[in-house]
């Protein structure tokens, strides 16, 4: 069993950075691939970024080269640093776990992003 706790949202002015944490719980973080998808007002769960056990990462072209995606295992924690945030990145952010496939999720952190 996994359990994920999102912090971080807020809201913040078109332009700004913010970073998100998810920390998680048990014993198998560091064999877990850990993920940030995130659902805008009345539309689909989408992927934003993944991170495999041993730190490969993979992006959605909308957020390429603003985002970064980064773990810390030892803190059994996973992070999304935002940056030039735009209106459209505006969503709740949900953090996701697979573990032998078993998927996981956190209750989501809301990302207001203002014009």
């Known amino acids: 069993q996994v359990q994920l706790v999102e912090s971080g949202g807020g809201l913040v002015q078109l332009g700004g950075s913010l970073r998100l944490s998810c920390a998680a719980s048990g014993s198998i973080f560091s064999r877990t691939a850990m993920g940030w998808y995130r659902q805008p007002p009345g539309k689909p769960r989408d992927r934003v970024a993944t991170?495999?056990?041993?730190?490969?990462?993979n992006y959605a072209d909308s957020v390429k080269g603003r985002f970064t995606i980064s773990r810390d295992n030892a803190k059994s924690t996973v992070y999304l640093q935002m940056n030039s945030l735009k209106p459209e990145d505006t969503a709740v952010y949900y953090c996701?776990?697979?573990?032998?496939?078993?998927?996981?999720w956190g209750k989501g952190t809301l990302v207001t992003v203002s014009s």
């Open positions: 996701h776990a697979e573990y032998v496939n078993m998927h996981y």
């Open positions: 991170i495999t056990s041993v730190g490969g990462t």
